[in-house]
């Protein structure tokens, strides 16, 4: 399963699941919702660095929440990784504290954190005023980065696995 190139129509199938999921929770715990996902460009989307990632991800979600998580899932998919988490907790607290691992974590720009309110309306960077986060290779908006392929994958993959080897030796810095 892992290091297997999934296609759009793959990817765009497990959006979609990813979706319903998102909506069915909300309806069954009428909480606060954490999707976490891993940042991670090109075809493949399950492979040692995004193992990697995934778990960095998960330790630093329940390191904060721990005691407040009333439900969570993990699904591993040759899509990627998911985890869902369910905290009667504000949402907008939970988005700031997410941003701060984001911010602060050695592998947190390569962390997908979405935040959703109980009532389904997702949390982003913009509703705390926070700026959008920079891309991996230059400091410019990595949202625009990406969807203007500003930069080759191969560089960006390269980024990542220094990232990741960094992070595995624990040089964090």
């Known amino acids: 399963m892992l290091e297997h190139a999934v296609t759009l129509s793959e990817m765009l199938c497990v959006r979609d699941a990813?979706?319903?999921l998102q909506q069915q929770l909300l309806r069954t715990y009428h909480s606060t919702l954490i999707c976490l996902n891993v940042n991670l460009p090109g075809p493949v989307k399950r492979n040692h660095h995004s193992e990697v990632i995934f778990a960095a991800a998960l330790a630093a979600v329940e390191?904060?929440?721990a005691d407040q998580i009333s439900y969570r899932r993990q699904i591993y998919r040759a899509t990627g990784c998911e985890a869902y988490?369910?905290?009667?907790t504000d949402a907008f607290l939970v988005k700031q504290a997410l941003c701060r691992i984001?911010?602060?974590h050695a592998l947190g720009r390569l962390f997908d954190l979405d935040v959703f309110a109980a009532d389904g309306k997702?949390?982003?960077r913009r509703?705390?005023?926070y700026p959008p986060r920079p891309c991996l290779l230059c400091s410019e908006d990595g949202a625009a980065c990406?969807?203007?392929r500003s930069h080759p994958l191969a560089e960006l993959l390269a980024k990542i696995e220094q990232m990741v080897s960094h992070f595995e030796m624990g040089d964090i810095t």
């Open 146 to 148: 990406a969807r203007n």
């Open 122 to 124: 997702q949390i982003g």
């Open 63 to 65: 390191a904060v929440f």
């Open 18 to 20: 990813r979706a319903l």
């Open 127 to 129: 509703e705390l005023a």
């Open 102 to 104: 984001e911010n602060e």
């Open 85 to 88: 988490f369910v905290l009667p």
